[in-house]
Nanobody
Framework: QVQLVESGGGLVQAGGSLRLSCTAS????????MGWFRQAPGKEREFAAG????????NYADSVKGRFTISRDDPKNTVYLQMNSLKPEDTAVYYC???????????????????WGQGTQVTVSS
């Protein structure tokens, strides 16, 4: 019984910023790598950002690199996605996920993640 809840989505104009939060209940993810994925209407789910257990390594899709920042606050059992310079193509439902317990790190592979949140809608207007 692990539950992830995303929040912080909404409607923003192109060039604006949003900060997404993902909080976990049922189990701490302080010792788990985390990721953010997104799914636009009619599109496949795609990787946005990942962060390792220690937070020492972050990974980003090329499409968001330089604009998005993933971070974690383990005492709060929360992972964040700071999104700046938003573009209309960033419009999607954003999901956070808990990576499986493995020494292998393939942040862009959704099959490696064990738990998923319900998603939060981000809409960027032009």
């Amino acid at each position: 019984q692990v539950q992830l809840v995303e929040s912080g989505g909404g409607l923003v104009q192109a060039g604006g910023s949003l900060r997404l939060s993902c909080t976990a209940s049922g189990r701490t993810f302080s010792n788990s790598a985390m990721g953010w994925f997104r799914q636009a209407p009619g599109k496949e789910r795609e990787f946005a950002a990942g962060i390792t257990r220690s937070g020492a390594t972050t990974n980003y899709a090329d499409s968001v690199k330089g604009r998005f920042t993933i971070s974690r606050d383990d005492p709060k059992n929360t992972v964040y996605l700071q999104m700046n310079s938003l573009k209309p193509e960033d419009t999607a439902v954003y999901y956070c996920a808990v990576y499986g317990r493995t020494i292998l790190w393939y942040p862009g592979d959704p099959s490696r993640y064990d738990y998923w949140g319900q998603g939060t809608q981000v809409t960027v207007s032009s």
